[in-house]
């Protein structure tokens, strides 16, 4: 079964850092690697998506895909109190399974 | 832009007694259709997908049973509620390659 594993588990940074968020997956045949963010009792919300190996980015958010070592990081420039959350990692396979991982929860203090 | 609507938003209910949640998407039209399970604090668990109006796939077997009886309506069931299935349900929806986009949820409670 397809598993996907994050770090660290929580994380708490000063507003303003830069923060790195990263996520394991085991099968290279994943179609593309989702990143989300979930508030408490929310569902998540859909942040940034990368398919190839590289990076990809999108405002303050950057994404890093390397398929030979299975790994994806996502990088968030001048973290802000409102971007304190649960980031969830998922991973797509083309079976309509998608598997997510536990999340690192992410507080920025202001 | 989409939106799901999930019924109830919360729940509590006794140890064996049955259930029905639900949802509706708008938005888009033949959406593939997901109903996710987390447990407090746990991770999301994908309980079943459906490509199509009364196709229906399991992921994982939590004695639970799920119907899409129209292209917008995705119904999650039981006969009899365990402990064990108290959390937050997800209905999640996706077009094509897009994202998978969720509903704000159901609380439930088996007690």
């Known amino acids: 079964q397809e598993k996907v594993q994050q770090s660290p588990e929580s994380l708490i940074v000063p507003e303003g850092a830069m923060v790195s968020l990263n996520c394991s997956f085991s099968d290279s045949a994943s179609q593309s690697i989702w990143w989300y963010q979930q508030h408490p009792g929310k569902g998540p919300k859909a942040l940034i998506?990368?398919?190839?190996?590289g990076n990809k980015k999108e405002g303050r958010l950057t994404v890093y895909l390397n398929r030979a070592s299975l790994h994806v990081s996502l990088h968030i420039k001048d973290s802000q109190p409102s971007d304190s959350a649960v980031y969830l990692c998922?991973?797509?396979?083309?079976?309509?399974?998608?598997?997510f991982g536990a999340g690192t929860k992410l507080t920025i203090k202001p | 832009a989409q939106t799901i609507h999930q019924w109830p938003v919360a729940e509590i209910k006794a140890v064996g007694s049955p259930l029905s949640l639900g949802c509706t998407i708008k938005?888009?039209?033949?959406?593939?259709l997901y109903w996710y399970w987390q447990a407090t604090g746990g991770t999301l668990q994908q309980l079943f997908y459906?490509?199509?109006?009364?196709?229906v796939e399991s992921v994982v077997q939590l004695n639970l049973s799920a119907s899409r009886p129209k292209d917008d309506q995705f119904i999650l069931s039981t006969e009899k509620l365990l402990l064990s299935h108290s959390g937050f349900y997800l209905c999640a929806g996706r077009v094509a390659n897009t994202e998978v986009f969720f509903g704000k949820g159901t609380r439930l409670t088996v007690v």
């Open positions: 938005g888009k039209s033949s959406p593939n």
């Open positions: 998506s990368i398919f190839s190996n």
């Open positions: 459906s490509i199509t109006v009364g196709q």
């Open positions: 998922a991973a797509y396979y083309g079976n309509e399974k998608i598997t």
